[in-house]
C-alpha cells in the first residue's frame, strides 16, 4: 500500500512540464457560433421568402408578364374573400381534413387497443403497419390510382363489386372522389395515430388497473376512467398534428385526382398550386392566399407546439 | 494541495438566492463535508468552486491566487460527480487516461500513472471493460481514479456515494477516507447523508436555505450544535427540543415538570434569555438517564428494538415527546411511567426567537 | 421481436391473465386480438403488395380485366423503366427476329414489337433525388447538431420562442413558401439547379432535425461534459470527445428520418425543377410509355423508390415515434 502511494506522488513532478493552456473560446462565442448557421439559413430560406411574398400579396404581380409589381393594396385578399370558389375550396380543405382525421383517429386508436397486447410477433406486425407512413405520398397516390381503376384495379374487386359497368368510379364521381382521397389518408396516417397511442398506452402504470381490478371496475370503466385519460394528452397531439397535415394535404391530391372531377377535391393547397403556377400565374393573388393559409396553419401549430411541450415536460 | 478560500461568494439563480454571502477558507489537505437538505446550495457552493457555475459576486482563491473567472480545466481541480459520469463509448481505462491526455502528458506516462492508480483502488482487473459492464462500487472507483489520477489541487465530490447500494456506499466510504489521509488532498465533498458527513469529514459545514449554518469538525457540530436547525438535522433522530420557561434556575416544562439548570448554564441564562424567560432546552438521546427518581415525569408512548439499544419515546405532555436511548434489555409497557434526568454537561439551550444556541464559554463534550 | 420478457412484464395484458385468473376468456381475448391484429396488418400492405406484384406483371397482365392475381412474373417493367424504345414495323420486326446479337432486354421488348433506343430518364432522376437527399441530409444535420446543442446546453435569450419558430417552419405547407423561392431563385439562377434544391431541403430537414437531435442531447447528462471541463478539456474538444460520441444514435436516426424526407418529397421537387436537378416523386406518375399508361412500367418505377424506405423502416423502427413527433415524445 505504502509502495503504491509513493508511486503515485513521485509521479506529481511531471505536472510541471503540462504545456501552456491554449485560449479558449467563450461558452458565449460557441453558442453563437452553433447557432448561427441554422438561423442564417432560416432567415434566407424562411424569413425572407415570406416577407417577400407579403409584398407581393399587395400587388397584381405575375411571374410570366414582363412588367414590375404593381401595388394594388388589400385588392388580393377581397378577391379572394369573396370569391365563392375560394370558400368552395375552404369548405372541401376543412371537410376533407374534418373525415380523415375522425377516421384515423378512432382507426389508429382501435388499432392500438389491438396491438398494446404484446403476442409472438406483435413488433414485426407494428412495424409492417407503420410502413405506410413512411412512404412518399406522391408513390402511394400513384398506386392507390391503379388500385382504384374501375376496370384493372384490385380495390373494387376487394370490396366486392364484379361488375365492372356498375362498380364505383372512385376517382371520377364527383360524389366519391374526396372520400377516395380521405380513405388513402387514413389508409397512410392511422398508423401514426396507432404509433402515438401505443405510446400513450405503454405509460400507463400497470397499477392502476390493479388497483381497478380490485374496485371490481368494469372493464368499460377501466377504459373509460384510467385509458382514455391517460391516453389523451398523446392523442391530442396525434390530432393535432394530423389536422395540420390533412390541411396542408397537397401531394395525395395532386397524384390522385388533381383537384378534379371538375374541382370538388380541389384544396386549398391545389388551389393555390394552380393560382400560382398554371394558367395566369397569378402570383400576387397565390401569395394573398399563401398568406391567408400561413394564418390558419399557424393558429392549429401554436396549439400543436403547446401539446407538445406540455408532453416533453411531463 | 490547495488552500480554497471564498471570500464573499454568493449565487442568485434570477431574484433568489442559491447561495447567500458565504466566506469560508479550506485548508491544505482538509476534507470539509457540506452537508444540508436538498436545495440548501451545497453542491451550487461546490460548483462554484469547480467553475462549472458562474458566482454572481464574489472571489474564490487558490493558494491565494484569484481564479473566480478561471475556466473549470484552469483550476487543477477533479470533479467526482454522483452518477460517475463515465464515458460509456471508453474502456475504464480510456476513462482514467481521459483527463491526462487532455494535459498532453506522454502515451509512456499516461499507462505507468494508469497503473499505479488502478492498483491503489484495486481495479487492474476491469480497465478494459466498459463501464456498462461493471458494477457500481468498481464504476465508483474508475470514476475515482479518474480524478485521482492528475494528482490535482483539490478533489471536489458531488454526493460520490448517492447512487450506490447502502452495502457498497459504507465500503466506499472507507476507501475514500483511507485515500484521502494517504494522499492528503484538499477535499470538499458534498453529501445530504449525515452519516457520511461524520464519519468522513475533518470538518462538516451545515448548509441550509443558501446559508451555512454551522463549520465545525463533526463532534462539534454534533455536541454543540450552533442552532436550532443544525439540532434537528444532525443525529437520527435529532435532538430533542422542548419549550420551557426559566425562572430563577428552573425551568418549567411541558406536563407540568420542572428541571434544574446545570450551574454552569444558571448565569448565561440569567442574562441571554428574553424577559418572559422564554427558552428552548436542548439534549441527545443519549443524555436521557433513566432513573427512579429522576426529575421528569413521562409515560412511555413507544419503544423501539434496535438491536444495539432501546429506543424510548417518552411523553412528557399531549404532543411532546422527548427520545431517550436506553439499554438494549431495558422493556417498558405501554403508557408505564418513566423518571429520568438530563445529564447536566450535555444540556443545551437555544434562543426561542434567534434559534442561536446559547453559549457559556465552557462547552464539554 | 420487440417484446422483450421485462416490457411483456409491465405490459397490462398480463394483468388480466394473471389476476382474471377466473376462467380463460382473457387468454382467449387477447388470441383473437392477435389474429386480428394480423389480418389488419396484411390488409393494410394489400396495396404495397398488389404494387410489388405489378411491377413484376407483363404490360397486358397489368391492365387484364378483371386484375390477375397469379401471373408470369417478367421484368418487362423495369426495362420499361430504364430505356427509351421505338416502335418498329412489321419489316423491322421480321429483320429484328432473324439478328442474334440481341441481349435479353433487347429480346424482351421486340415482344411488343418495339426496340431499345437509349436510356430513359428514370435512372438520372433517381441519381438526382440521392445526390439532393444526401447532401442536403449531411449539410442539415450538421448544423443541427451544432444548434441543438447549443439549444440544449446554453441559456440563449428567447430559447423557446426561437424553438417554436424554427419547428413552425416545418408545419408550412411547400406551396405556401414556394412562390417566392421560386421568384428568388428564378433571380439566382437556382432553378432547377441541385445546389438550390440541396439548399432548399437542408433548411427544410434543419427544423425537424433540430428538434430531435436536442431531444437526444437532452439526454446526455451535462456531467459527461462538465467532466470533460475539469478534466481539462475546452468546451469544443468536450463537444468533440464527449457530446459527439454519446449522440450517436441519435444523429443516426436523425440522418436517415432527414433522408426519407428529402427522399420522399414531392412538392418543392414539383415546383423548383423541372428536367436537369428533377428528381424521382415528380416524374414517376407521369411515366408514361409509348402506348398509353403502363402500369407495371409505374409500378416498377414505385418500388424501385419504396423499397429503401421500407427496409429503413425496419431499421429505424425503435425510434419512428421520436422522428415523427420531432423528438418530444419517447417511449420510456
Redesign the interface.
Known amino acids: 500500500?505504502a509502495q503504491?502511494?509513493t508511486?503515485?506522488t513521485s509521479?506529481?513532478s511531471?505536472?510541471a512540464t503540462?504545456?501552456p493552456?491554449?485560449r479558449?473560446?467563450s461558452?458565449l462565442r460557441?453558442?453563437q457560433?452553433?447557432?448561427l448557421?441554422?438561423?442564417i439559413?432560416?432567415i434566407?430560406?424562411?424569413i425572407?421568402?415570406?416577407i417577400?411574398?407579403l409584398y407581393?400579396s399587395f400587388t397584381n404581380y405575375s411571374?410570366i408578364a414582363d412588367k414590375a409589381p404593381e401595388w394594388i393594396g388589400i385588392q388580393n385578399y377581397t378577391t379572394i374573400l369573396s370569391d365563392q370558389r375560394f370558400w368552395a375550396n375552404f369548405a372541401t380543405t376543412g371537410r376533407y381534413a374534418l373525415i380523415s382525421v375522425i377516421l384515423q383517429t378512432l382507426i389508429g386508436f382501435g388499432?392500438a387497443l389491438?396491438?398494446?397486447?404484446?403476442?409472438?410477433?406483435?413488433?414485426?406486425?407494428?412495424?409492417?403497419?407503420?410502413?405506410?407512413?413512411?412512404?412518399?405520398?406522391?408513390?402511394?397516390?400513384?398506386?392507390?390510382?391503379?388500385?382504384f381503376n374501375p376496370?384493372?384495379?384490385?380495390f373494387n374487386?376487394?370490396l366486392g363489386y364484379?361488375d365492372?359497368n356498375t362498380s364505383p368510379l372512385w376517382l371520377g364521381d364527383p360524389n366519391l372522389a374526396l372520400w377516395a382521397i380521405v380513405i388513402v389518408d387514413v389508409?397512410m396516417w392511422s398508423?401514426?395515430v396507432m404509433?402515438?397511442c401505443l405510446?400513450g398506452?405503454?405509460?400507463?402504470p400497470?397499477y392502476l388497473?390493479?388497483a381497478a381490478?380490485i374496485d371490481r371496475a368494469s372493464a368499460w370503466f377501466q377504459f373509460r376512467r384510467i385509458t382514455l385519460p391517460q391516453v389523451m394528452p398523446?392523442l391530442l397531439?396525434a390530432v393535432l398534428?394530423r389536422t395540420?397535415e390533412a390541411?396542408?394535404q397537397?401531394?395525395l391530391v395532386?397524384?390522385l385526382t388533381s383537384g378534379g372531377p371538375g374541382d370538388v377535391t380541389e384544396t386549398v393547397?391545389i388551389r393555390?398550386?394552380k393560382l400560382?403556377?398554371q394558367g395566369q400565374y397569378d402570383?400576387g393573388m397565390?401569395?394573398a392566399l399563401?398568406y391567408i393559409?400561413?394564418i390558419i396553419?399557424?393558429a392549429v401549430?401554436n396549439l400543436?407546439?403547446r401539446s407538445?411541450?406540455k408532453?416533453?415536460g411531463a | 494541495m490547495a488552500t480554497i478560500e471564498l471570500k464573499q461568494v454568493e449565487k442568485k439563480f434570477g431574484e433568489s438566492y442559491a447561495v447567500k454571502p458565504l466566506d469560508m477558507t479550506i485548508n491544505s489537505g482538509e476534507f470539509i463535508v457540506l452537508l444540508g437538505p436538498s436545495g440548501c446550495g451545497k453542491t451550487t457552493t461546490l460548483r462554484m468552486i469547480s467553475g462549472l457555475e458562474a458566482v454572481t459576486s464574489g472571489n474564490i482563491l487558490f493558494d491565494g491566487k484569484d481564479v473566480t473567472w478561471l475556466h473549470p480545466s484552469a483550476r487543477d481541480i477533479a470533479f467526482v460527480f454522483q452518477f460517475f459520469a463515465l464515458y460509456s463509448h471508453l474502456s475504464a481505462r480510456e476513462n482514467i487516461a481521459f483527463p491526462l491526455q487532455a494535459q498532453g502528458v506522454k502515451r509512456e506516462e499516461i499507462n505507468q500513472r494508469v497503473k499505479a492508480v488502478a492498483e491503489m483502488l484495486k481495479i487492474e482487473h476491469v480497465l478494459n471493460a466498459r463501464p456498462g459492464a461493471l458494477s457500481g462500487g468498481d464504476q465508483q472507483r474508475v470514476a475515482l481514479a479518474r480524478a485521482l489520477v492528475r494528482q490535482p489541487a483539490a478533489f471536489l465530490m458531488d454526493e460520490p456515494l448517492g447512487a450506490l447500494d447502502a452495502e457498497f456506499r459504507e465500503s466506499m466510504r472507507a476507501e475514500i477516507k483511507q485515500l484521502h489521509l494517504k494522499q492528503n488532498a484538499t477535499t470538499v465533498y458534498v453529501t445530504h447523508d449525515q452519516v457520511e458527513a461524520m464519519a468522513m469529514g475533518d470538518r462538516i459545514v451545515v448548509m441550509s436555505n443558501a446559508v451555512v449554518q454551522q463549520a465545525a469538525t463533526p463532534s462539534e457540530v454534533y455536541h454543540n450544535p450552533a442552532n436550532l436547525f443544525v439540532a434537528r438535522f444532525i443525529g437520527s433522530p435529532g435532538m430533542n427540543l422542548i419549550q420551557g420557561t426559566y425562572q430563577a434556575g428552573k425551568i418549567q416544562l411541558p406536563g407540568s415538570n420542572v428541571m434544574t439548570v446545570p450551574e454552569a448554564w444558571k448565569q448565561t441564562l440569567d442574562s441571554k434569555l428574553p424577559a418572559d424567560g422564554k427558552v428552548i432546552v436542548g439534549f441527545r438521546p443519549e443524555a436521557v438517564e433513566v432513573a427512579a427518581d429522576g426529575e421528569i415525569h413521562s409515560t412511555t408512548y413507544a419503544s423501539d428494538l434496535h438491536g444495539g439499544y432501546t429506543m424510548l419515546h417518552l411523553q412528557l405532555d399531549r404532543d411532546v415527546i422527548v427520545h431517550a436511548r436506553a439499554a438494549r434489555e431495558m422493556r417498558y409497557q405501554l403508557s408505564e411511567t418513566v423518571r429520568f434526568n438530563v445529564q447536566p454537561n450535555m444540556v443545551r439551550f437555544f434562543h426561542p426567537e434567534t434559534e442561536a444556541a446559547l453559549q457559556n464559554g465552557s462547552h464539554t463534550t | 421481436m420487440m417484446a422483450n420478457q421485462t416490457y411483456q412484464a409491465q405490459s397490462p395484458v398480463n394483468f388480466s391473465t394473471r389476476v382474471d385468473k377466473v376462467g380463460r376468456r382473457p387468454m382467449i381475448a387477447s388470441a383473437i386480438k392477435g389474429i386480428v391484429a394480423i389480418i389488419i396488418a396484411f390488409i393494410m400492405l394489400i396495396p404495397v403488395i398488389w404494387m410489388g406484384m405489378t411491377a413484376f406483371k407483363s404490360l397486358s397482365d397489368a391492365v387484364s380485366v378483371p386484375p390477375k392475381v397469379f401471373f408470369t412474373p417478367t421484368v418487362e417493367g423495369f426495362v420499361n423503366l430504364f430505356t427509351q424504345q421505338r416502335q418498329l414495323t412489321d419489316a423491322e420486326v421480321a429483320q429484328y427476329q432473324e439478328r442474334t446479337d440481341l441481349n435479353w432486354a433487347e429480346q424482351l421488348v421486340l415482344q411488343r414489337q418495339k426496340t431499345i433506343i437509349g436510356q430513359s430518364q428514370f435512372a438520372g432522376q433517381l441519381l438526382n433525388s440521392l445526390i439532393i437527399a444526401g447532401a442536403s441530409t449531411i449539410f442539415s444535420v450538421i448544423f443541427a447538431v451544432l444548434s441543438a446543442y447549443a439549444f440544449s446546453r446554453f441559456e440563449i435569450p428567447g430559447k423557446d420562442d426561437l424553438l417554436f419558430f424554427i419547428l413552425s417552419q416545418r408545419m408550412l405547407p411547400a406551396v405556401v413558401v414556394t412562390v417566392p423561392i421560386f421568384l428568388m431563385y428564378r433571380q439566382l439562377g437556382l432553378y432547377d439547379t441541385h445546389i438550390g434544391m440541396i439548399f432548399l431541403y437542408t433548411s427544410f430537414n434543419l427544423s425537424f432535425a433540430v428538434w430531435l437531435l436536442k431531444g437526444f442531447i437532452d439526454e446526455i447528462p451535462k456531467e459527461y461534459e462538465e467532466a470533460a471541463l475539469v478534466d481539462g478539456y475546452t468546451r469544443l474538444q468536450a463537444f468533440r470527445k464527449v457530446v459527439l460520441p454519446q449522440a450517436v444514435t441519435g444523429i443516426a436516426a436523425t440522418t436517415v428520418f432527414s433522408l426519407i424526407f428529402s427522399w420522399n418529397e414531392y412538392a418543392f421537387a414539383l415546383m423548383l425543377t423541372s428536367d436537369r436537378a428533377r428528381t424521382a416523386p415528380p416524374s414517376i406518375p407521369l411515366i408514361l410509355g409509348t402506348g398509353g399508361i403502363e402500369w407495371s412500367t409505374i409500378a416498377a418505377g414505385s418500388m424501385l423508390f419504396l423499397i429503401p424506405v421500407v427496409i429503413v423502416t425496419f431499421i429505424l423502427r425503435k425510434h419512428l415515434l421520436r422522428g415523427v413527433t420531432f423528438g418530444a415524445i419517447r417511449k420510456g
Not at chain 1, 409472438?120 to 390510382?145: D, E, H, N, R, Y
Not at chain 1, 398506452?201 to 400507463?204: G, K, P, Q
Open positions: 500500500m503504491t502511494s508511486d503515485i509521479l506529481q511531471s505536472q503540462r504545456q493552456r491554449q479558449q473560446m461558452d460557441i453558442m457560433l452553433f447557432i448557421p441554422t438561423v439559413l432560416l434566407l430560406m424562411n425572407f421568402p415570406l417577400y411574398s407581393l411571374v388499432l389491438l396491438l398494446r397486447n404484446k403476442f409472438k410477433g406483435s413488433g414485426l406486425v407494428t412495424t409492417l403497419i407503420l410502413v405506410p407512413m413512411m412512404l412518399s405520398p406522391i408513390v402511394v397516390a400513384t398506386f392507390w390510382k391503379l388500385m376496370s384493372l384495379g384490385i374487386y376487394l364484379t365492372i389508409w398508423p401514426f404509433l402515438l405510446a398506452l405503454s405509460a400507463i400497470e388497473y390493479e381490478a398523446l397531439i398534428f395540420i390541411f396542408k397537397f401531394d395532386m397524384g393547397s393555390l398550386y400560382a403556377f402570383t397565390s401569395s399563401a393559409i400561413l396553419i399557424i401549430s400543436y407546439i407538445l411541450n408532453a416533453r
